[in-house]
């Protein structure tokens, strides 16, 4: 009754926290992107999957459950419950490894921590692959204390479900097939990799194509500066850090008590310190490796909450193996924190990760004739699709595919994305033949500094064109602030050839 009674207490306040104004929240760029590729028909969405970098599981899913509906809340509402089952399967783990009072502090502050609820209520793959990676742990740790051909058959289902949800749950796998060796079970050593090949193989020349295709090599290169400040990320004190050195700070309090805890639990429980130790850190450094290397850029902190939930299990036996009382005060003002930031993400005004509900709705407004609107990146394009469908086509301006249509022509609204190719005088001629429209031009912005050409591009604007309006939509993270920018399409004393000569001057330099 009692384990019930931990059970449903976690479960309760993981949903509660996870359902609060689900729908409140406008689509933010990843999730646009979700909905338009789960919109196309099966076989549609089958072909357009190698040219991301995912597998298929939760795109199938998604085209499936979109059938019910298509609201913020609706869509989300999967994640909420693989999220719970997440919090649940952490005090499982947490009790089999560490013990119930570790277990259950491991799993509240995964119900609480600011990172957990951000995958867990949107509309990505992120908190569905944790779900699955955690219930493989869980039943690899059965099968190998326990034996027996139901926690290995249950085990393989959820790593297969695991690797179709998201590829980096493979270094999980990988932790625990070293950490077999480590135990020295030659048989499992053997069979764990072999059954797992044999259920991916189908996928494998997807997931190889994917590798050199479909990954973006443009991502910023991992550095040694941003791995340790993810430390005090995990712990979600970056919104209250605005200082440099308190980040730092928080990063290394981060690191000492995951070392401190794992020391410790090293002493006195030797298989269980190795597995939770492997199970972090293997999938921590050998992507960063591979990022720090190689040109294949993996290393994204956004995938590092697939196996945060052992960096919570270890933090959390660190720090309650401090003296004294000192571990209450710190475990309750950090619970304090991240419940406190999700509640003010969630109802503040001005704390939209990114409004692009706010934004469709001011071009709906200001729309005029035929509006050509350029956006700084393929990915702002997708949420806008999700709340202005009715106007969307979509062309490319590039040096070799100019014009190039991709959606049906629209009466209200041509999209336009200058790709990495585009010169300014492409840009500058695509817009004089807009001039005759009559119709209004958009600049819209958001992570724009992601890229130089998208920063040209967009000083190009604001130079050559006769500003109207301007809306900057407000978000807790400043890359993720939209710039709403509306010019009349007629260019201000602009000469093409001069600009022309001015550009190849810069690329000369």
Same mark, same amino acid.
């Given at each position: 009754?009692k384990?019930?009674?931990?059970?449903?207490?976690?479960?309760?306040?993981?949903?509660?926290?996870?359902?609060?104004?689900?729908?409140?929240?406008?689509?933010?760029?990843?999730?646009?992107?979700?909905?338009?590729?789960?919109?196309?028909?099966?076989?549609?969405?089958?072909?357009?999957?190698?040219?991301?970098?995912?597998?298929?599981?939760?795109?199938?899913?998604?085209?499936?459950?979109?059938?019910?509906?298509? !609201?913020?809340?609706?869509?989300?509402?999967?994640?909420?419950?693989?999220?719970?089952?997440?919090?649940?399967?952490?005090?499982?783990?947490?009790? /089999?490894?560490?013990?119930e009072?570790? @277990?259950? *502090?491991?799993?509240?502050?995964?119900?609480?921590?600011?990172?957990?609820?951000?995958?867990?209520?949107?509309?990505?793959?992120y908190?569905?692959? =944790?779900?699955?990676?955690?219930?493989s =742990?869980?039943?690899?740790?059965?099968?190998?204390?326990?034996?027996?051909?139901?926690?290995?058959?249950?085990?393989?289902?959820?790593?297969?479900?695991?690797?179709?949800?998201?590829?980096?749950?493979?270094?999980?796998?990988?932790?625990?097939?070293?950490?077999?060796?480590?135990?020295?079970?030659?048989?499992?050593?053997v069979?764990?990799?072999?059954?797992?090949?044999?259920?991916?193989?189908?996928?494998?020349p997807?997931?190889?194509?994917?590798?050199?295709?479909?990954?973006?090599?443009?991502?910023?290169?991992? =550095?040694?500066?941003?791995s340790?400040?993810?430390?005090?990320?995990?712990?979600?004190?970056?919104?209250?850090?605005?200082?440099?050195?308190?980040?730092?700070?928080?990063?290394?309090?981060?690191?000492?008590?995951?070392?401190?805890?794992?020391?410790?639990?090293?002493?006195?429980?030797?298989?269980?310190?190795?597995?939770?130790?492997?199970?972090?850190?293997?999938?921590?450094?050998?992507?960063?490796?591979?990022?720090?290397?190689?040109?294949?850029?993996?290393?994204?902190?956004?995938?590092?909450?697939?196996?945060?939930?052992?960096f919570?299990?270890?933090?959390?036996?660190? #720090?309650?193996s401090?003296?004294?009382?000192?571990?209450?005060?710190?475990?309750?003002?950090?619970?304090?924190?991240?419940?406190?930031?999700?509640?003010?993400?969630? =109802?503040?005004?001005?704390?939209?990760?990114?409004?692009?509900?706010?934004?469709?709705?001011?071009?709906?407004?200001?729309?005029?004739?035929?509006?050509?609107?350029?956006?700084?990146?393929?990915?702002?394009?997708?949420?806008?699709?999700?709340y202005?469908?009715?106007?969307?086509?979509?062309?490319?301006?590039?040096?070799?595919?100019?014009?190039?249509?991709?959606?049906?022509?629209?009466?209200?609204?041509?999209f336009?994305?200058?790709?990495?190719? !585009?010169? *300014?005088? @492409?840009? /500058?001629?695509?817009?004089?033949?807009? /001039?005759?429209?009559?119709?209004? #031009?958009?600049?819209? *912005?958001?992570?724009?500094?992601?890229?130089?050409?998208?920063?040209?591009? !967009?000083?190009?604007?604001?130079?050559?064109?006769?500003?109207?309006?301007?809306?900057?939509?407000?978000?807790?993270?400043?890359m993720?602030?939209?710039?709403l920018?509306?010019?009349?399409?007629?260019?201000?004393?602009? !000469?093409?050839?001069?600009?022309?000569?001015?550009?190849?001057?810069?690329?000369?330099?």
């Amino acid at each position: 009754m009692k384990r019930f009674r931990n059970y449903f207490l976690i479960g309760l306040s993981a949903f509660l926290l996870r359902i609060l104004f689900l729908g409140k929240q406008s689509l933010w760029m990843d999730e646009g992107f979700s909905v338009w590729m789960a919109s196309h028909p099966l076989p549609v969405l089958m072909k357009l999957i190698p040219y991301d970098a995912h597998p298929f599981i939760f795109y199938v899913f998604l085209h499936y459950w979109m059938k019910g509906g298509d !609201s913020a809340a609706y869509l989300r509402f999967p994640s909420v419950i693989c999220g719970v089952m997440s919090c649940l399967v952490v005090y499982a783990l947490g009790k /089999e490894l560490l013990g119930e009072k570790q @277990g259950i *502090l491991a799993a509240v502050f995964w119900a609480c921590a600011m990172e957990s609820l951000n995958v867990d209520t949107e509309i990505r793959m992120y908190a569905y692959a =944790t779900c699955f990676a955690l219930l493989s =742990t869980y039943w690899f740790w059965r099968a190998y204390k326990e034996g027996g051909k139901r926690s290995w058959v249950l085990y393989y289902l959820f790593a297969s479900l695991s690797l179709y949800t998201h590829y980096y749950t493979g270094f999980i796998i990988m932790a625990q097939w070293i950490f077999l060796l480590t135990r020295k079970r030659w048989k499992e050593a053997v069979w764990v990799p072999l059954i797992l090949t044999l259920i991916f193989s189908l996928w494998t020349p997807i997931f190889f194509f994917q590798f050199f295709h479909a990954i973006d090599t443009h991502m910023p290169r991992a =550095t040694w500066y941003a791995s340790f400040i993810y430390f005090g990320m995990l712990l979600n004190l970056r919104y209250f850090m605005i200082r440099h050195f308190l980040v730092d700070l928080s990063s290394i309090f981060s690191l000492a008590a995951l070392i401190f805890g794992s020391i410790l639990l090293f002493k006195k429980k030797r298989e269980e310190a190795i597995f939770l130790l492997l199970l972090f850190w293997v999938p921590f450094v050998v992507p960063f490796c591979i990022s720090y290397f190689t040109p294949r850029h993996i290393f994204i902190f956004r995938y590092v909450v697939l196996f945060a939930p052992y960096f919570f299990l270890l933090f959390v036996y660190g #720090v309650f193996s401090l003296p004294g009382m000192t571990a209450y005060p710190v475990y309750g003002a950090l619970l304090f924190m991240n419940v406190s930031i999700w509640v003010l993400f969630l =109802t503040g005004p001005a704390f939209q990760r990114q409004n692009w509900r706010e934004a469709a709705k001011i071009m709906v407004k200001n729309m005029k004739n035929v509006n050509v609107v350029f956006v700084e990146s393929p990915m702002s394009i997708y949420p806008l699709w999700c709340y202005l469908v009715r106007y969307f086509p979509t062309r490319w301006i590039g040096v070799q595919r100019r014009y190039f249509i991709i959606e049906k022509p629209s009466k209200r609204f041509t999209f336009v994305i200058p790709v990495s190719t !585009s010169s *300014l005088p @492409g840009v /500058e001629n695509y817009v004089k033949v807009k /001039e005759k429209s009559g119709g209004l #031009v958009w600049l819209v *912005l958001c992570q724009a500094s992601l890229v130089d050409h998208h920063l040209k591009i !967009s000083k190009w604007f604001l130079s050559h064109q006769k500003l109207l309006l301007s809306y900057k939509l407000r978000s807790m993270a400043k890359m993720d602030q939209i710039h709403l920018y509306l010019f009349s399409s007629s260019l201000k004393g602009f !000469s093409f050839h001069e600009e022309h000569r001015k550009t190849k001057e810069q690329e000369g330099h």
